[in-house]
């Protein structure tokens, strides 16, 4: 290893660009199948159930790797693995696009999710190992602005190649971007060297999961996600049965909702940066609550209000992780940050699929055909933001630095680079 330092500005920016750009071809695989579903249902004959299967595929694949590799990363420098898993990504996303039956295309689903799901640890690992304390909340913020970009850019992309060259075409250009991002993340990404533990990974399992810091970690985490993993099954079939939009409006809401959220989570990475993250984590949160018990009751509206609600239902959702997952990264003890990170991915689509099949359970429709049971849904979710806060103040009390802004009292230093 060379000599430890930082990195320059100019690098740094250009770590966190790449990183953001890994987890937009990783967002984006994931949230293509969704509307591609008419296209894959009448290619392959499939029933609804069969679909079903498709789309959970890739985050149960993801769940399962990402436990396992709470095991093994931190024996292994980070680009490395990175590469690796990214490669691996890229072949199953290629796989998908050349599928030709529906069980060599669930069989690459899960294969895109079991390394999908792990490469996004190791990118979160990779800005808590390398971006200092004073700016990890920006630093997360910027590799998160992945989501909305996804949701702006890649889905509506992704649809109108999907309408002119069939459903293959999404996978193919996936495929192609992964390759060019794996060729700049090889030349451009810095060494980081992981702690290179020589315990038992079964000891280091355990030994990293004994630590109270680490289980408030992980409850807090279950819980941010859950929240919005209750909601968001049902936002766009209520925007349609219960608030009036045709399908036609509908992308309009992920249009502006990302567009708006694009914008925002810079800032909202700053604001967590120059002030202690908890108190900017509950205002948002509050806002969020807010925001989604009016989203769950909305009735019959004008498609600005609604646009108006569900743009700030977007901004304040997604706003809540950079502070949360600002918290965890400081909180998190160095030595198994890249563990730890594989299995909080693991426990984040864990609580996702709990929260969809709990809002399953809880939606209900009249006989005139709107959903009755959203309002519901939203008081589960208020639950589930007030447990988010409560959470969050107990990783503070047991890890002060966790919260602070900027760096101070933090002792862990940034990870030697290479």
């Not at 420098?77 to 996303?93: M, P």
């Not at 918290?327 to 160095?334: F, L, R, S």
């Not at 429709?365 to 208020?382: E, H, K, M, N, S």
């Amino acid at each position: 290893m060379s000599k430890p330092g930082p990195l320059s500005p100019a690098a740094e920016r250009l770590l966190l660009f790449t990183l953001a750009a890994v987890q937009f071809t990783h967002v984006m695989d994931f949230m293509i199948m969704m509307p591609l579903g008419a296209g894959l249902m009448r290619e392959f004959t499939l029933s609804p159930e069969q679909f079903s299967r498709l789309v959970a595929s890739y985050g149960l694949a993801a769940a399962l790797t990402g436990f396992l590799g709470g095991f093994v990363l931190d024996r292994y420098d980070r680009k490395q693995a990175l590469l690796w898993l990214y490669a691996g990504f890229g072949l199953s996303t290629f796989a998908c696009a050349l599928a030709p039956t529906y069980g060599f295309l669930l069989a690459a689903r899960l294969s895109a999710g079991a390394f999908g799901g792990v490469a996004g640890s190791v990118v979160t690992a990779m800005v808590g190992d390398v971006v200092p304390p004073e700016r990890r909340g920006r630093g997360m913020a910027t590799v998160m602005s992945a989501f909305p970009l996804a949701s702006v850019l890649g889905v509506p992309t992704g649809l109108w190649l999907a309408h002119l060259f069939k459903w293959h075409a999404p996978f193919f250009m996936l495929g192609g971007l992964s390759a060019v991002i794996f060729v700049v993340a090889l030349l451009f990404l810095p060494h980081v060297a992981s702690h290179r533990s020589t315990e038992h990974p079964v000891r280091q399992m355990i030994d990293m999961l004994s630590l109270p810091v680490h289980q408030r970690c992980l409850l807090l985490s279950a819980a941010l996600v859950f929240a919005g993993g209750s909601l968001i099954p049902f936002m766009a079939p209520s925007m349609i049965l219960n608030v009036g939009l045709t399908e036609a409006q509908l992308p309009l809401i992920y249009l502006f909702g990302g567009a708006c959220t694009f914008f925002t989570m810079p800032w909202i990475g700053r604001l967590a940066d120059r002030h202690e993250k908890l108190p900017v984590l509950g205002w948002l949160t509050l806002c969020a609550a807010l925001t989604a018990l009016v989203l769950t009751n909305l009735p019959v509206a004008p498609v600005p209000l609604v646009l108006i609600v569900t743009s700030l239902f977007f901004v304040t959702m997604s706003g809540r992780f950079a502070p949360a997952m600002a918290m965890i990264t400081n909180a998190v003890d160095a030595r198994y940050r890249g563990g730890f990170m594989s299995v909080n991915s693991a426990v984040q689509q864990a609580a996702s699929g709990l929260a969809n099949l709990t809002s399953g359970l809880l939606m209900t429709q009249d006989a005139a055909g709107r959903l009755t049971g959203y309002p519901r849904i939203g008081l589960v979710a208020l639950a589930f933001f007030v447990l988010t806060v409560l959470l969050a103040a107990r990783l503070r009390n047991l890890a002060p630095q966790s919260s602070l802004p900027g760096g101070r009292a933090l002792t862990t230093p940034p990870m030697p680079l290479d």
